[in-house]
């Protein structure tokens, strides 16, 4: 067993262990795992072991992975901030996009989703932290936001995402999940019936699973330790 394999192996048992803990199925939470920085040969090791959901941040970075791995039919999740002038490769190479946080981009999407393939699944990205640093809509402008968005064609809401600043606190931690979920419920009491919380990382994934996510995005505790020098822009 390589150790990528092992570490997925381990992710799984940790999500379906959390999950127990807080009285759900780990059948209820993915695991897409954050490929970021990290080669094609180790997605394809991933793969082997399982994995079928797999995140980039990057487009210039995602898009040589993504025609390296066509072979394999894997779900492309895009996750990082998205820039106007990249909608256009999202649209046209990836299943989900968890980090649209207004209305243009949202648009672009729509308009740029090419003929002939299924809807672009989306998240709402919520700055749910108010950090300045961080992309996402502030809390207070979600419902609009969504509620406009759910229309658009090609496109379909599935929830929300969030990124909460780090802290090792659980407590703090649960705090802002918790946040988002009351978010995400809001959303189902008008009427727009959300079904996914992307939300949770290598570092706070239970607190994140406890609070009710759907999606943990995994990254390190599968491909190991990141180096952001050589990323391609």
Known sequence: MTTIASNLQAVREAIASSAAAAGRSADEVALLAVSKTFPAEAIREAFAAGQ??????YVQEALPKIEALKDLGIEWHFIGPIQGNKTRHIAEHFAWA?????????????????????????????????????????????????????????????????????????????????ELRRLHEMLKGEGLNPDTLSMGMSDDF?????????IVRIGSAIFGRRNYSERKP
């Open 98 to 178: 968890h980090s649209v946080d207004r209305l243009k981009i949202a648009e672009r999407l729509a308009d740029q989703r090419p003929a002939g393939m299924p809807p672009l699944q989306l998240c709402l990205q919520v700055n749910i932290s108010g950090e300045n640093s961080k992309s996402g809509a502030a809390p207070d402008e979600v419902l609009e936001l969504a509620k406009t968005v759910a229309k658009l064609p090609n496109l379909v809401l599935r929830g929300l995402m969030a990124v909460p600043a780090p802290n090792v606190d659980v407590a703090l931690q649960r705090a802002a999940f918790a």
């Open 52 to 57: 079928r959901r797999f995140a980039e941040s």
């Open 206 to 214: 239970a607190s994140a699973i406890a609070e009710g996510a759907t």
